[in-house]
């Protein structure tokens, strides 16, 4: 809802704009500008969105970050929550080589089936077919089935929509919020992991790169690795999906914890100011 301020300049401006003597078509427009304005949204100009794509395919990428800091030995061992494929929309695989020791974790078993054939060229990778929680258990997993992809092929335009497993979430509205009908999504029981366990396993503690993806749980997830793991890694994570107030609170326990950060895109980049400027 708009703001009391908000209602009044828009009143205002409304007043300022039915006194001049324009086209009626004009004053709809510059009416709706408005509206929409006092609502808290915007009217994109075609040119300057089509601007703005053109600059996104130049712009510096978190891959090209990644590339940077392993190049300097900065990075070398990773954990990727969410890795899905390994290649579908992944910034990681881009900037990975043979040096670099992983662990991949991937619930989806034909994703994580793609996953282990993606990086069977890293010796140094291990491939899990493990959620992530903030304990071990098992725990539902809602995911589109299969069986209506055909359905899905004809609503995008797309001839693979293999990249529905992306949506995959603990959260089914995640999934409905994506356009994707309740009918369509199916459950099943899958194993989780915690942090603590996966890393006193792996022998783990020394990890320079945390990524999280994991469609509307990756705040929680965040601040479960804060409080209950002592290392500090470099920590990248999709904000978008967080709720306001979740966000909030875990930027403010990142700041407590030292962590200063900077978005590219969707996603949030959050470091120790010595592991990138020393």
């Known amino acids: 809802m708009a703001s009391t301020e908000g209602r009044l300049n828009f009143q205002s401006n409304k007043q300022q704009l039915d006194g001049l003597k324009l086209s009626h078509d004009v004053k709809k427009f510059k009416l709706l500008k408005k509206i929409i304005g006092a609502l808290g949204y915007k009217l994109i100009d075609k040119k300057s969105a089509k601007t703005e794509r053109l600059i996104d395919n130049y712009i510096f990428k978190i891959e090209d970050l990644l590339r940077a800091l392993i190049n300097k030995k900065k990075i070398t061992k990773i954990l990727q929550i969410g890795a ?37 060229q890293f010796n140094k990778v291990k491939c899990l077919n493990l959620a992530l929680d903030i304990k071990d258990q098992e725990k539902i997993f809602f995911s589109v089935n299969p069986k209506y992809f055909e359905h899905y092929k004809k609503k995008f335009s797309d001839k693979n929509v293999k990249w529905l497993n992306i949506l995959s979430s603990f959260h089914k509205e995640h999934l409905v919020r994506h356009g994707i009908k309740d009918k369509h999504i199916i459950s099943k029981n899958i194993k989780c992991i915690s942090f603590k366990t996966l890393i006193d396993r792996y022998d783990f503690e ?73």
């Open 84 to 120: 899905n494929d390994g290649k579908s929309d992944d910034f990681l695989y881009k900037s990975f080589n043979k040096d670099l020791e992983g662990i991949l974790l991937e619930p989806m078993e034909d994703a994580y089936a793609s996953l282990k054939k993606n990086y069977e």
């Open 206 to 278: 020394d990890l320079d790169l945390l990524i999280i993806d994991t469609e509307g749980y990756d705040c929680t997830l965040v601040n479960n690795f804060i409080e209950t793991m002592d290392m500090r890694p470099l920590i990248i994570f999709e904000w978008i999906h967080g709720e306001n107030d979740e966000v909030n609170k875990l930027l403010k326990k990142l700041i407590e914890n030292n962590y200063e950060f900077f978005k590219i895109g969707r996603d949030l980049i959050c470091f120790q100011k010595n592991f990138l400027f020393n």
